[in-house]
């Protein structure tokens, strides 16, 4: 009887080693919705990094709220001291070089908090082959997190219905829904990158059943350490 050959070892609960999965897509394509999904279809063991809420803390944060009016030249704060988003939203959209500035100054602090989940998850008791990390960013390959994604998925939807899911979700007239459009790359570079294509046009079953077929491939990717990954370059 011949011998047999040896399985390999399962890799230890602390060992280094992750997937990353990217989310791309329009404004209003249902990305966070699309991520939640594939987090909840792969089980323990997945998180949703979300740059949408890292921001939302920052803007929180007094010393942040100095920066950014330094940056656009002007108050962003309501009387109770809070960010006045529709206002500093209107300075950003009227101005590239304003949103450039204040850009300079969020960006590399949500680049932070989302390496420092990424980090966390790694550092974890979860065995390597059950951690996923799923990247919730709006600007992904502009500001590189890209790099350090296995896989990405773009979430596809019809114009008026991403229009009319963005203003039904933040207020956002028409025309404030496609500047903030136009300040992302296309969407046609979004999609060439893509290695899948989920469709978010129909009810939230149909999308769930896109995420439960495209398991599979994910599965199929070995986990790598966040130290082997090309890290994303600088803030401009």
Do not use: Y
């Amino acid at each position: 009887m011949g011998r047999m050959a040896a399985s390999a070892p399962h890799p230890a609960p602390g060992a280094p080693g992750l997937r990353v999965v990217g989310v791309l897509g329009g404004v209003g394509s249902g990305k966070s919705t699309a991520a939640r999904a594939l987090a909840e279809a792969w089980g323990p063991g997945a998180r949703v990094l979300d740059a949408d809420a890292a921001v939302a803390e920052l803007l929180a944060d007094p010393e942040v709220l100095d920066r950014l009016e330094e940056a656009a030249g002007r108050p962003v704060r309501t009387p109770a001291g809070e960010v006045d988003r529709p206002a500093l939203a209107r300075v950003l959209f009227a101005d590239p070089e304003v949103r450039r500035r204040v850009e300079a100054v969020l960006h590399p602090r949500v680049r932070e908090r989302l390496r420092a989940g990424l980090e966390a998850l790694e550092a974890s008791d979860v065995p390597s082959e059950r951690r996923l990390a799923v990247l919730d960013v709006p600007l992904l390959l502009e500001g590189g997190l890209h790099r350090l994604c296995d896989f990405l998925v773009f979430v596809d939807a019809p114009e008026a219905q991403r229009a009319a899911r963005a203003g039904a979700r933040h207020g956002w007239s028409e025309a404030e829904w496609r500047a903030r459009e136009a300040a992302q790359a296309p969407l046609a570079e979004k999609r060439a990158a893509a290695d899948a294509i989920l469709h978010n046009e129909g009810a939230p079953e149909d999308l769930r059943r896109e995420v439960e077929d495209l398991l599979p491939r994910i599965r199929a990717l070995a986990p790598r350490p966040l130290s082997e990954r090309r890290p994303e370059p600088p803030a401009p």
